[in-house]
């Protein structure tokens, strides 16, 4: 059951840990990954920032990356890339959320699902001739 919200800002600021599983669409796990999000208001925009280590196959590495939700009222926002390229809409109202997002010839199916008021889900469904995998990430308030 998701956990609805009135105020995207007030949910997701602060300190998180990440989970994150990447599997092939038949379910084979391909890699993994852990580390920390931050959210901060900077200037009337939610930063999203995240760090941490990726284990794709045989690599092993560093990964970040950083994303602003422009708040748009209550639980919604525009959410777009550090480049300055939109990425997709959300809205939590109801505590979940579906997104699409086309890249090249690559489909993205996002989808949010907030638990409750320490723990959410983003689940991304890729497909096309380049990619076709599930990325899960599970986020959980960090400290107390």
């Known amino acids: 059951m998701a956990f609805p919200i009135t105020d995207l800002n007030g949910y997701f600021s602060g300190d998180w840990r990440l ?3 990447i599997a092939g669409v038949d379910g084979e796990a391909l890699g993994s990954a852990a580390g920390c999000v931050t959210f901060t208001l900077e200037d009337d925009v939610l930063v999203y920032h995240e760090s941490g280590e990726l284990r ?3 690599h092993r590495g560093p990964f970040v990356r950083t994303l602003h939700y422009r708040p748009a009222g209550g639980a919604r926002a525009a959410v777009h890339f550090d480049h300055g390229g939109f990425f997709h809409d ?9 997104a699409d997002h086309p890249c090249s010839a690559d489909w993205y199916r996002g989808t949010y699902l907030l638990v409750d008021e320490r723990r959410w889900e983003q689940e991304w469904v890729v497909t096309g001739p380049a ?3 599930v990325i899960t990430s599970r986020f959980t308030r960090a400290g107390g």
């Open 131 to 133: 990619k076709d995998h």
């Open 90 to 98: 959300v809205d939590l109202t109801t505590g979940e959320w579906t």
């Open 56 to 58: 794709l196959g045989a």
């Open 19 to 21: 989970a994150r599983d």
